[in-house]
Nanobody, 118 residues
Framework: QVQLVESGGGLVQAGGSLRLSCVASGSISSINVMGWYRQAPGQERELVAVETRTGSTNFAESVKDRFTISRDYAKNTVYLQMNSLKPEDTAVYYC????????????WGQGTQVTVSS
């Protein structure tokens, strides 16, 4: 079992930056993929960015060139650096993990709210 705790959300003006953190605890060795998803009001949860243990990454088209994902294995933490934020980035951001690349996610964090004002 892996527990995930996100932090770093908040209110920011358009064009600003935020860095989200997600700390994993528990059965860390079972983690292969770590990802960030988001869900805006009235919309389905969508992929933002994922990174596998081998360093392969994938991003939503809407955030490419603005967001980066990184992992600090010593701290069991995955980060989402968000730059040039837009009002349409407003959502609850969730961290998730999967034991295998391409497989289902086994656990999710509680989410952190990101609000971008225009």
């Amino acid at each position: 079992q892996v527990q995930l705790v996100e932090s770093g959300g908040g209110l920011v003006q358009a064009g600003g930056s935020l860095r989200l953190s997600c700390v994993a605890s528990g059965s860390i060795s079972s983690i292969n993929v770590m990802g960030w998803y988001r869900q805006a009001p009235g919309q389905e949860r969508e992929l933002v960015a994922v990174e596998t243990r081998t360093g392969s990454t994938n991003f939503a088209e809407s955030v490419k060139d603005r967001f980066t994902i990184s992992r600090d294995y010593a701290k069991n933490t995955v980060y989402l650096q968000m730059n040039s934020l837009k009002p349409e980035d407003t959502a609850v951001y969730y961290c998730a993990y999967a034991p295998a690349s391409g497989g289902p996610y086994d656990g999710w964090g509680q989410g952190t709210q990101v609000t971008v004002s225009s």
